[in-house]
């Protein structure tokens, strides 16, 4: 049996676990409507460590309503193939952004306070206690492991691929992980204005390999790959060898590290009685690049619209919160669904067929269609447009694809996970 709570149990409107950019999101909307707010992170200090690359587009810029945390912009990517050809392009506008990453997820976590959401951090979630039926009881505890009670008419896990909150409520089911190792090096050559992107079995089996700059002379390096019984730090190191004989210099040394993982798939559903998931937590990441800022964001800001509905009609039944479902994948859920079609696609595709693909990329005029119709947040457009304007790519790739693209339908066939060709 539990010790009795050393402090009064508090009660809040919303508690939110996981102060990223997408629980600091829906902490600033629900706040901004009059809710009370607790958001409490389990790290000291928000935005450490860092989750991820910090290459954004446009939108996630609008949606925090700031450029200060904008470190470079990016206009161009080359892509190697397996055995290194290459492919490049270059527009006349910035396509994408570095940012300071611990940097936005600060900027959004002292946007939410603002507006009247109370942050604890070194705070994580333990877990459900048996409660009142106006609210969800929960177990927090602190940085010293003491433990306090908290009713929330409802919980927003924002807590990551591991989410203790998705466990809890029963909300989780196995989806693909593909570990991340990435390093920060604050000296390296190559062009600042674009990034460079590694694919093969050589050095990122399952996603890629990159090397981003960082706007003051160095460069991110890191890949997220399948776990198939090689760490992701082994293939980082085999990449940054590469790069060392690419740039005619080794690396130096790195001033940061950063292990992660991505979720790689789809949940069931990302609500339940009082819960509501959002971010890593929810699996809102996109499939084809493992990028999950702009996605998560836009599915908290759904969230909170959701969740203040539901506030004020007192209503936070599974039944009402699943109108949260039905919005974020009416804004987001055919582009996961084509991008996961793709992934499953091209993940059984060999190192021969990659370096073909490059290679067709390279000789049909592709970069063109690259810069008018790329966007990273919806990746799967240009892949179509490719596609659909280079007959010789459709030949390189399986029927089942090309048959798609041929067919004019707007939904990609779902593709069950299978073998990869090696």
């Not at 290459?55 to 200060?68: I, K, N, P």
């Not at 509501?276 to 800022?293: F, H, R």
Request: with cysteine; glycine share 12%.
């Amino acid at each position: 049996m539990d010790a009795p709570a050393e402090r009064p149990p508090e009660r809040w409107d919303v508690l939110v676990v996981g102060a990223g950019p997408a629980g600091s999101t829906a902490a600033y909307r629900l706040a901004q409507r009059g809710h009370s707010v607790l958001v409490v992170e389990e790290h000291g200090k928000v935005g450490q460590p860092v989750q991820c690359a910090g290459l954004v587009s446009r939108r996630v810029l609008d949606l925090a309503g700031s450029e200060s945390m904008v470190r470079a912009t990016v206009r161009g990517a080359s892509v190697f193939g397996p055995g290194l050809g290459s492919v490049s392009f270059h527009a006349p506008e910035p396509r994408a952004f570095v940012i300071d990453r611990a940097g936005l997820d600060v900027y959004l976590a002292d946007r939410a306070a603002r507006a009247g959401a109370e942050y604890r951090t070194s705070t994580r979630f333990d877990r459900l206690l048996p409660g009142p039926v106006d609210g969800v009881r929960v177990r927090l505890l602190d940085g010293e492991d003491a433990p306090f009670e908290v009713t929330a008419r409802l919980v927003i896990g924002a807590d990551g691929v591991a989410s203790a909150v998705a466990r809890a409520f029963r909300l989780r089911r196995p989806v693909e992980i593909l570990p991340a190792f990435e390093a920060e090096f604050p000296a390296s050559p190559g062009d600042p204005d674009a990034v460079e992107v590694y694919l093969g079995r050589r050095f990122a089996p399952g996603l890629f390999g990159w090397w981003i700059p960082d706007g003051a002379g160095g460069a991110r390096v890191g890949v997220a790959a399948d776990a198939d019984g090689t760490s992701a730090r082994a293939y980082y190191l085999r990449l940054l060898e590469h790069l060392g004989k690419r740039f005619g210099r080794p690396l130096g040394s790195a001033t940061a590290y950063l292990v992660s993982g991505i979720p790689i798939g789809t949940l069931p559903k990302t609500h339940g009685e009082r819960v509501l998931l959002v971010g890593d937590a929810a699996a809102q990441v996109k499939p084809l690049s493992g990028g999950g800022i702009f996605t998560g964001m836009t599915c908290a800001e759904i969230a909170a619209t959701v969740a203040d509905e539901a506030l004020r009609a007192d209503d936070l039944s599974a039944g009402a919160l699943a109108e949260y479902d039905r919005r974020w994948s009416a804004a987001l859920g055919e582009e996961f669904r084509r991008a996961l079609y793709l992934r499953r696609v091209f993940t059984r595709l060999s190192d021969a067929d990659l370096d073909a693909l490059v290679h067709a990329l390279g000789s049909t005029g592709s970069p063109a269609t690259i810069v008018a119709f790329g966007d990273i947040d919806f990746p799967t457009h240009v892949v179509r447009e490719l596609l659909r304007t280079s007959p010789s790519l459709v030949r390189l790739l399986p029927k089942a694809l090309g048959a798609w693209v041929s067919s004019g339908a707007y939904r990609a066939p779902d593709v069950e996970p299978g073998p990869l060709r090696k």
